[in-house]
C-alpha cells in the first residue's frame, strides 16, 4: 500500500513543484495518509486546502483504500 501511495503522490508532486511547494510521504496507516507538506506550501494559508481539496481526494481517486490524508505533526 505505501508504494502504490508513494507512485500516486509522485505524480501529484509537480504541480506542487511548480509553485515552490513539495509534498513528503510520512507514513500509511489502516487508510490513513500521513503527509509532510514543504517549501511555499509549508506555511501557505491554502496549505489545508491543497491537503484537502487536492491530494486528498486525487490519492482517493487513485487508491479506493484510503479514507483520509492527514499533515505530520
Known amino acids: ?3 502504490k ?3 500516486a503522490i509522485d505524480k501529484i508532486r509537480p504541480s506542487l513543484q511548480r509553485d515552490g511547494g513539495d509534498v513528503e ?3 500509511v496507516k489502516e487508510g ?3 503527509v509532510r507538506l514543504t517549501g511555499a506550501c509549508r506555511g501557505c494559508p491554502m496549505s489545508q486546502m491543497t491537503l484537502k481539496n ?3 481526494k486525487f490519492l482517493k481517486k487513485e487508491i ?4 483520509s490524508v492527514q499533515a505530520a505533526r
Open 1 to 3: 500500500m505505501r508504494q
Open 25 to 27: 510521504l510520512v507514513d
Open 64 to 67: 479506493p483504500e484510503i479514507i
Open 5 to 7: 501511495v508513494q507512485q
Open 32 to 34: 490513513i495518509v500521513t
Open 54 to 56: 487536492g491530494i486528498e
